[in-house]
């Protein structure tokens, strides 16, 4: 069974602090999303990650992928306020329709 | 309308109620999705259609019951609703695999 472990669940910073999410996940894929979701939203799309080494940046936000390790990063950089959300990784099982969700890391920026 | 909608926002039912959400992409995809959303627990993948055919369930109940009859929409349909059922029902679209999904708003479900 896949499975797709956030970690950490829960992070409160303080603004203007650096911090890192990581997505670990089970099977092998080259498939790597990620999703930011506000309170009482539904999901919006941040990053597609399609190859091992892929790296995309928007703004304060960089994600990863690392597929031998099975592992993808989403780095925050200098926080604000803006950015507090959940934040889910989700994996492509490749070929497949099916995508598995991590369980999300609800993020808090402290002003 | 613009991406991707859902009716109605939200839905409170008894557990003898038969009801449908209903899902509208406006973005000429040839995927849609249903997916569940629970408190404390992540996403779970329902149902996918691809050109209007089922390539993916989940393990669904039977009480939940999806149509898609054109590439624009889906449906899906409630009987027999457990109050476990509760939760958050999301609709999604993409262009196909290896790309994001869009989501629309949601359905609050609540039954009683």
């Known amino acids: 069974e896949l499975k797709v472990e956030q970690n950490p669940l829960f992070l409160s910073m303080q603004e203007g602090k650096n911090y890192t999410i990581y997505c670990n996940y089970s099977t092998t894929s080259d498939r790597l999303y990620w999703y930011r979701q506000d309170p009482g939203k539904s999901l919006e799309s941040l990053f597609v990650?399609?190859?091992?080494?892929a790296v995309k940046q928007e703004g304060r936000l960089m994600a990863s992928l690392d597929t031998k390790a099975r592992l993808s990063t989403l780095h925050i950089t200098a926080a604000v306020h803006d950015l507090s959300a959940t934040y889910f990784c989700?994996?492509?099982?490749?070929?497949?329709?099916?995508?598995?969700f991590g369980t999300g890391t609800r993020l808090k920026v402290l002003a | 309308e613009t991406g991707v909608t859902q009716t109605p926002r939200h839905l409170v039912m008894g557990m003898t109620n038969k009801k449908s959400l209903k899902c509208e992409q406006h973005l000429g995809h040839n995927a849609m999705y249903w997916y569940k959303q629970s408190a404390k627990k992540p996403l779970e993948l329902m149902f996918v259609y691809s050109l209007e055919e089922r390539v993916e369930n989940n393990s669904v109940p039977s009480r939940f019951s999806p149509e898609c009859p054109n590439s624009s929409h889906l449906f899906l349909h409630l009987h027999t609703l457990q109050p476990e059922d509760s939760a958050l029902y999301l609709c999604?679209?993409?262009?196909?695999?290896?790309?994001?999904?869009?989501f629309g708003p949601g359905t609050r479900l609540t039954v009683l």
């Open positions: 990650l399609l190859s091992n080494g």
């Open positions: 999604a679209s993409s262009q196909a695999t290896a790309r994001a999904q869009y």
């Open positions: 989700a994996v492509e099982v490749a070929g497949t329709y099916k995508y598995i």
